[in-house]
Structures are given as structure tokens and as C-alpha cells.
């Protein structure tokens, strides 16, 4: 069974200063990876996707994530954060089903 | 171009009772996924419809079904309904069984009390 561990419940970073959000992800072949935000009471995002290919791969919002096969992990990062980017963040992997199983998230809070 | 439409956005029922929900998907989707989301955690797989069939099910009671119509718009039901089922319910539409990932509704937030 596939599973997505997120270990950080909370991040507080200050605008400007850089992100990462750390991902762990379990599945024995080669799995389909996402991130997806959150806003308050809204649906999901999706930030970007990982199917094959070059393991660093760029989304929108100015994020990019990693995916390192060696450690199962698919890590999503912003080089400077914004306000605007205070939400919740979602880690998701799927396989041959296509149904994606995600992480409990991360809250992501934004000091001025 | 609309993307995933659910109704209503709120609901409150009483326990016992039962609720449908509603999603049209994105234009040119033809597959539907349902979501259970509880306060503070991650999006659960209820199920999923392809071709007005139940293609797979996570791990949820009978009490929750759904339908898939001609026009790929789909219904959630639940029956005899639970404090526990107090959620925010996500639909999904994707191509082709969710081959190219998915885009997601805003959801209907359900209260039972």
C-alpha cells in the first residue's frame, strides 16, 4: 500500500526567507508524486506533479520540488516566500491506479 | 471554463438523516473521485466513477454511495449519518481514470449534529 508521511505539522518562516516542506513517501515502484495548497475552506491546488523524467521539477507560484528515489522523498521548496503563500500544503503519491494518497499536510504560517 | 462545481457549499443534518451532494466536473473530464476531508488532516479516498460505474473504493462503509450520470456529473450519498462523518467533502474530475492528475472542487462542507 502506498502511504505519505509530511513530519512537520507546523513551518513558521519569515516573508522573503526560503521553504522547504519535507515529504516521505512509501510505494514499491515508481510512483506518480504531487503537491497540492490549500487555502481556508477552499479545494485543492495543485502546485506541481512528478510522473518521469528530470527529478527537479518547477510549478507555479515560483515552487519546485525534488524527487530523490534514494531517500523517498519529494521535497517542495521556494527559494523567497511571500504572504500570499499561507496555507495549507499537501504531499500526494499515486501509482498504477492513479488515486492519489496524501500526507496529513502541512500549515505553513508567514511572519511579516 | 468552469472548473469542478459542488453544491451546496455548506450543509448541517441531524444524525441519522441522510444527504446527497452534488459535482459537475471540469469541461471535458470524464472521471469523478469523491474525498473525505476531517478537520486538520488529509484528503481520504471514498471512490471513484469512470463510465457511470464504480471503478474503486477506498476504505468507507456502505453507507456511502454515489452515481455517475450520462453527462459525467456525479452524486454523493450518504446514509444514516454519523457525528463522525462531520467533514469537508472534495469531488475531483481527471481524464482517463486520473492518468493526468486531478483538479479539484472547493468542496461542501457537511456538519451533522
Known amino acids: 500500500a502506498q502511504s505519505v508521511t509530511q513530519p512537520d505539522i507546523h513551518i513558521t518562516v519569515s516573508e522573503g526567507a526560503s521553504l522547504e516542506l519535507r515529504c516521505n513517501y512509501s510505494y514499491g515502484a515508481t510512483p506518480y508524486l504531487f503537491w497540492y495548497v490549500q487555502s481556508p475552506g477552499q479545494g485543492l491546488q495543485l502546485l506541481l506533479k512528478?510522473?518521469?523524467?528530470?527529478?527537479l521539477v518547477q510549478g507555479i507560484k515560483g515552487f519546485e520540488a525534488e524527487f530523490k528515489r534514494s531517500q523517498s522523498s519529494f521535497n517542495l521548496r521556494k527559494p523567497s516566500v511571500h504572504w500570499s503563500d499561507a496555507a495549507e500544503y499537501f504531499c500526494?503519491?499515486?501509482?498504477?491506479?492513479?488515486?492519489?494518497?496524501f500526507g496529513r499536510g502541512t500549515s505553513l504560517i508567514v511572519h511579516p | 471554463d468552469a472548473g469542478v462545481t459542488q453544491s451546496p457549499t455548506h450543509l448541517i443534518k441531524t444524525r441519522g438523516q441522510q444527504v446527497t451532494l452534488r459535482c459537475s466536473p471540469k469541461?471535458?473530464?470524464?472521471?469523478v473521485s469523491w474525498y473525505q476531508q476531517a478537520l486538520g488532516q488529509g484528503p481520504q479516498f471514498i471512490f471513484q466513477y469512470y463510465e457511470e460505474e464504480e471503478r474503486q473504493r477506498g476504505n468507507f462503509p456502505d453507507r456511502f454511495s454515489g452515481h455517475q450520470f450520462p453527462n459525467y456529473s456525479s452524486e454523493l450519498n450518504v446514509n444514516a449519518l454519523l457525528l463522525g462523518d462531520s467533514a469537508l467533502y472534495l469531488c475531483?474530475?481527471?481524464?482517463?481514470?486520473?492518468?493526468?492528475?486531478?483538479?479539484f472542487g472547493s468542496g461542501t462542507r457537511l456538519t451533522v449534529v
Open positions: 500526494a503519491v499515486s501509482g498504477g491506479s492513479y488515486i492519489p494518497t
Open positions: 469541461s471535458g473530464h470524464d472521471t
Open positions: 512528478y510522473f518521469s523524467g528530470d527529478t
Open positions: 475531483a474530475s481527471s481524464l482517463e481514470q486520473g492518468a493526468r492528475g486531478y483538479t
